[in-house]
């Protein structure tokens, strides 16, 4: 780990997978420290507006939550059904 990064790992599921770098559905990243899922989503290029359950360690958590070294990161697209 680089000097003022935190490395966390993220998943996409559903057509958030599509959307990842690479079309891959899991992945590290390194972000400097004091960065929230918000910039997370912004760095990996997802569509912020079609990001709507966020788990982090498997807690529901906000946008706003800052990331800290080996978060393990889920985002969630809307699902439809009936």
């Not at 891959?24 to 420290?33: I, S, T, Y």
């Amino acid at each position: 780990m680089m000097l003022g990064t935190v490395q966390v790992r993220v998943r996409a599921s559903g057509y958030l997978q599509q959307k990842m770098p690479g079309r891959r559905a899991e992945r590290e990243l390194q972000l400097p420290v004091g960065k929230t899922v918000r910039d997370l989503i912004e760095e990996l290029g997802l569509p912020a507006s079609q990001v709507w359950v966020i788990r982090v360690n498997g807690e529901h958590v906000s946008t706003t939550r800052t990331l800290n070294d080996g978060d393990y990161v889920e985002l969630f697209p809307l699902v439809g059904g009936g």
